[in-house]
C-alpha cells in the first residue's frame, strides 16, 4: 500500500471513531435549556456577552440582531434591512468585547424575492458595524471591493480581529473599539476553511495543511499535493504553535473557545447529490470538543447547528434553524 493509501485509511478509521465517539458521548454534555422559539429564523452567529450574560443573535431572515437575557428571555431587537448606518444587507457574524461594545458584520447582499419574477439582489459594501448593549449604533468601517469579512470575534482586550478574505486567501485583521487597524500577524492561508476564534492563548483556526511542505496550503495549491484539513493553534506573534487533523466530514458552522482555552467545533451534515434522487449525507450534527493539545476530549450531538458560542463557564450555545439550545458538559 502507498504512503497517501495508508493515510487515507487511517484518517477513515479515525473519522469513524470520531462519529462513535460523538454518539457514545451524548451523556458527557446535558441539555440545560432552549429558547428563541417564534423569534429566531434563521441565525446566522451567536454571541454572548462576558459581562451582563446577554445572548445575541445576527438573524439573516429579518436582517436583524436579536437580543436575549442570560435567562433566554427576549429582551429587544436592531437592525433592519437597508445599506444605511446601523442597517444590514445581510448579518453575517456577531461578537460581543470585554466593554460591552457589539460588533456585526455585513456580507453586503440582499436577495430580493419577487412574485412571478427574477430574484434582484441588492449589493452594498463588505462592512464591520458597531452599537452598545442596547443596539445603539456607534460607527462603521467599510472594506475596500472584493475585501471579504468572513468572520468576526471579539479581542480579550476589547475591539475585534477578523477573518478576511481577498484575491483567494484569507488573512487575519485586528481592530480597535473604535474599528481602527492594529498589528495583526502576517500570515495567508487557503480560503476554502474560513473559521477562526482568538481567546488569551492566541488564534485557533481551521485550514488546509499542505502535507508535502509541512505548512499552511496557499492560495494556489497544487494539485498533485496531499492536503489535510486541519485545526491550528497559532501564538499571539503569529509563530504556529500546534496544528492536528480535523476529522470532520461535514460542514464545520462555527468555532469557539472556552476561558480555559478548550476548543468547540459545531459541525454540521452536509447532503451530496451525485447519483439518484436521494442525496449522500456526509458527517454529523454535532459538537466536537479539543483541548489546548488539539487532542479530541469531547463531543455531543445536537440538531443541525447554524452556529456555536461558548460564554467564560463552559456553556455551549447552539443555535438551530429556529431555537437556540444551551449545552453543559457534566465532566468539565
Known amino acids: 500500500m502507498t504512503k497517501t493509501g495508508r493515510l487515507i485509511q487511517t484518517m477513515t478509521i479515525v ?5 462513535i465517539a460523538c454518539i457514545g458521548a451524548a451523556h458527557a454534555a446535558r441539555l440545560t435549556r432552549t ?13 454572548v456577552d462576558p459581562i451582563t450574560k446577554s445572548v445575541y443573535i445576527a438573524d439573516r431572515s429579518k436582517q436583524q440582531v436579536l437580543i436575549f437575557d442570560r435567562n433566554g428571555r427576549y ?11 446601523g ?30 419574477r427574477d430574484s434582484e439582489y441588492v449589493e452594498g459594501p463588505h462592512r464591520i458595524e458597531r452599537f452598545g448593549r442596547q443596539g445603539g449604533y456607534l460607527g462603521q468601517r467599510i472594506f475596500p471591493p472584493y475585501t471579504l469579512v ?16 481577498y484575491d483567494g486567501s484569507a488573512y487575519f485583521a485586528r481592530f480597535d473599539s473604535h474599528l481602527r487597524s492594529l498589528p495583526a500577524p502576517r500570515i495567508r492561508w487557503s480560503s476554502e476553511d474560513l473559521k477562526a476564534v482568538r481567546n488569551a492563548q492566541g488564534y485557533w483556526f481551521t485550514a488546509l495543511w499542505d502535507m ?38 461535514g460542514f ?21 447529490y451525485e447519483a439518484g434522487p436521494r442525496p449522500e449525507r456526509r458527517g454529523r450534527n454535532c459538537v466536537l470538543i479539543y483541548d489546548q493539545s488539539l487532542r479530541l476530549i ?34 468539565r
Open 35 to 47: 429558547f428563541g422559539q417564534g423569534r429566531i429564523g434563521a441565525p446566522n452567529s451567536i454571541a
Open 212 to 249: 508535502k511542505r509541512n505548512r499552511l496550503a496557499a492560495a494556489q495549491t497544487p494539485s498533485e499535493t496531499v492536503l489535510n484539513r486541519e485545526i491550528v493553534h497559532m501564538s499571539p506573534e503569529g509563530k504556529i504553535v500546534k496544528h492536528t487533523i480535523l476529522h470532520v466530514e
Open 87 to 116: 442597517r444590514f444587507l445581510s448579518p453575517g457574524a456577531v461578537a460581543v468585547d470585554a466593554k460591552g461594545q457589539v460588533y456585526v458584520t455585513d456580507t453586503g447582499s440582499y436577495e430580493k424575492k419577487i412574485p412571478r
Open 75 to 85: 429582551v429587544r431587537k436592531f437592525g433592519g434591512l437597508g445599506r444605511g448606518p
Open 298 to 331: 469531547g463531543s455531543f450531538p445536537t440538531n443541525a447547528p447554524t452556529a456555536l458560542a461558548v460564554d467564560a463557564a463552559g456553556n455551549a450555545f447552539v443555535a438551530g434553524e429556529d431555537a437556540v439550545h444551551v449545552f453543559h458538559a457534566a465532566n
Open 15 to 19: 473519522a469513524a471513531l470520531a462519529w
Open 150 to 165: 468572513r468572520g468576526v470575534s471579539a479581542s480579550v482586550a476589547g475591539g475585534v480581529f477578523a477573518v478576511m478574505s
Open 252 to 272: 464545520i458552522v462555527a468555532i469557539a473557545a472556552d476561558a480555559k482555552g478548550r476548543i468547540y467545533i459545531a459541525e454540521r451534515v452536509r447532503e451530496i
